[in-house]
């Protein structure tokens, strides 16, 4: 079985600075991860994934994160937040293989607040 | 190409109550997984479906069932709704294949009184 843990439930943060949201899992198999954007009365959109390779990845809207196999971790990054970026993100994982490659494990979300 | 459809969007129950939820994939994907958003526990796996047949199932009571058609759409059933139930429910489109993230659907907001 996975876990997730989203170090921080709340991040407030002023325009043009950057940011970091924490997530770290815990497997006993290889998983795969992804980050989730939600808007308020939407659905989830997936913001970035890794699945293998470099474990630095660039998702849409200027966000990147990377992979750290040794910490076990998956960072969220922006160097420079908008209005627009205010939502809650998830970090999400799943096996890379076997039943459990066919579900999502969330961790609680961090709503990030953006101010002017 | 068309996103995912749910519906209804919003939904009112009370206790004891049955409800179907519905869920439209894109055109060619064969894998409809559900999920349930609320605040006290996040999001959490229900079940998935591939081609009509339940791949995984996540740990809720048995009044909790979903079954898929052979166009992919796939429909979910609480049977006997009590006040947890209330909730965001989610529905994600795949491919299938390990790795795919899937698109979201805009969710059911179900309030069960």
């Known amino acids: 079985a996975q876990s997730v843990t989203q170090l921080d439930s709340q991040v407030p943060v002023f325009e043009e600075a950057p940011v970091e949201l924490r997530c770290n899992y815990s497997s006993s198999v290889s998983v795969y991860l992804f980050w989730y954007v939600q808007y308020p009365n939407q659905g989830l959109q997936l913001l970035l994934k890794y699945l293998s390779g470099s474990t630095l990845v660039k998702g849409i809207n200027g966000f990147e994160a990377e992979f750290n196999k040794s910490q076990t971790s998956f960072h969220l990054r922006k160097p420079s937040v908008h209005i627009s970026d205010t939502a809650e993100y998830f970090c999400?994982?799943?096996?890379?293989?076997?039943?459990?490659?066919?579900?999502?494990?969330f961790g609680k979300g961090t709503k990030l607040s953006v101010i002017p | 190409k068309a996103g995912v459809t749910q519906t209804p969007r919003y939904l009112i129950k009370t206790r004891g109550q049955q409800v179907t939820l519905s869920c439209s994939p894109i055109?060619?994907?064969?894998?409809v997984s559900w999920y349930q958003q609320t605040p006290g526990q996040g999001l959490q796996f229900l079940f998935e479906?591939?081609?009509?047949?339940?791949?995984n199932k996540g740990n809720f009571p048995g009044r909790f069932s979903g079954r898929q058609f052979s166009n992919s759409r796939s429909e979910m059933n609480v049977s006997t709704l009590e006040l947890g139930d209330s909730a965001l429910y989610l529905c994600?489109?795949?491919?299938?294949?390990?790795?795919?993230?899937?698109?979201f659907g805009p969710g059911t907001r179900l309030t069960v009184l």
């Open positions: 055109s060619g994907h064969r894998s």
């Open positions: 994600a489109s795949r491919g299938g294949l390990a790795g795919d993230s899937g698109y």
């Open positions: 999400a994982v799943s096996a890379a293989s076997g039943a459990g490659s066919y579900q999502l494990t």
């Open positions: 479906y591939f081609s009509e047949t339940q791949r």
